[in-house]
Structure formats: structure tokens, C-alpha cells
Nanobody, 127 residues
Framework: QVQLVESGGGLVQAGGSLKLSCAAS????????MGWFRQAPGKEREFVAA????????YYADSVKGRFTISRDNAKNTVYLQMNRLKLEDTAVYYC????????????????????WGQGTQVTVSS
């Protein structure tokens, strides 16, 4: 497993942008697919975006497609989530997750597939 620490959350007006970061430490020599999830008050945790170890394959929830971009820098053991054109409904605690994998081009979208989770970072979008 790896340890994950998210940062970059905060308060932003609707239409604005934020960039989240997730730094990994521990067994980072293994291959890890990464994902971002979010949980709004009173709702279940939901998938946001995923990226393969290679970075060549990405997948997004329909609700964020075209507005959010997931990327990674394996040299820095960090994954990012660039969030543009933020909406009120994007308000949530955002979690990054890591999935140990043998396949450099595979991503995962179910939260029960992931091995490690960060503590979360709050994103609040105001009107």
C-alpha cells in the first residue's frame, strides 16, 4: 500500500478553477493506477476520474467530463485533478485513491477496487 495526501482544496466561486494534488509515499516503486472520488454531504462516495499508471488512459464521470482533467507525474509520485468551470454541485470532499496493478494501461472506476485512500480535501463552490 501507499500513503496518500491530498491538497489544494478550498472555497471557490462558481465558474472558477481549482487544482487538487495527491502525493503518494511508501511503496511507490510498484505500479499504481490512480483515481479521484468525491462525497457530498448526505450522499455516497462517487467516482470522478481515473488514470492508468502510464498516464495514457483516462476516464471521467459524465458529470465532470470536459471540465476536469486528471494527470500524473510519476517522477514526483503525484496525481492531479484540474477542475475548471466549477459548479455548485461539485461541492464535496475529494479523495484520491491508489490501486496496485500489473497493467500500466488500465484504470479503475469502482471504489472497492482501490487499495489505498487519502484523507480527503474539501472543495466548496459558492454562488
Amino acid at each position: 500500500q501507499v500513503q496518500l495526501v491530498e491538497s489544494g482544496g478550498g472555497l471557490v466561486q462558481a465558474g472558477g478553477s481549482l487544482k487538487l494534488s495527491c502525493a503518494a509515499s511508501g511503496r511507490t516503486s510498484s505500479m499504481y493506477a490512480m483515481g479521484w472520488f468525491r462525497q457530498a454531504p448526505g450522499k455516497e462516495r462517487e467516482f470522478v476520474a481515473a488514470i492508468s499508471w502510464s498516464g495514457g488512459n483516462r476516464y471521467y464521470a459524465d458529470s465532470v467530463k470536459g471540465r476536469f482533467t486528471i494527470s500524473r507525474d510519476n517522477a514526483k509520485n503525484t496525481v492531479y485533478l484540474q477542475m475548471n468551470r466549477l459548479k455548485l454541485e461539485d461541492t464535496a470532499v475529494y479523495y484520491c485513491a491508489a490501486k496496485s496493478t500489473l497493467y500500466s494501461g488500465t484504470y479503475y472506476i469502482r471504489n472497492d477496487e482501490y487499495d489505498s485512500w487519502g484523507q480527503g480535501t474539501q472543495v466548496t463552490v459558492s454562488s
